[in-house]
C-alpha cells in the first residue's frame, strides 16, 4: 500500500501502479498492514506520593456498594409489581372522570405503561451494573 500526491495536492492511497502525475510519498509492505507495533504502549507510572487503597478497605467499598445496588433493584421490582397492578394489561379501570372524556383515560394508560417501562429500564440497568460489581 503507498501513498501518493497528485498535482493538486490531494493524497491517494493505492496497492496497484498509480497513474503517471503522481509522486510517491510513502510504502508499506504488505506484511505490515494491519499489524501491531512490536513496542509495547508505555505506561506511565504511578506516581510515588499517589495514594493508595488496601485490598480491605477496596472489599469494604465494594460490599456497601453492592449492598445498595442490590437494595435499589428489590426497590425498583416492587415498584414494578405495583405499576404493572396498576397498567392492568393496558385496561385499567377507568376513573369516575374519565368515563365522561376518553382522552383523559388513554393518557393514563399512557403514564402507566411509561412507567411500567422505566421500571423494567431501571431493573435490567441494575441487574447488569450488579454483573460487573467484585
Known sequence: MCKYIDANGNIVFTNVAPDKGLRKLSCLDSDDIGKK??????????????????????????DVRRRVLSEELATEEKLLAEARTSYANGAPVPLPEEQANAERYRDRIGRLRQAVQLHERNIDALKKELGTTR
Open 37 to 62: 507495533s512490536a513496542t509495547p504502549a508505555r505506561t506511565t507510572p504511578t506516581p510515588a506520593g499517589f495514594p493508595r487503597v488496601d485490598a480491605d478497605t477496596q472489599r469494604g467499598r465494594d
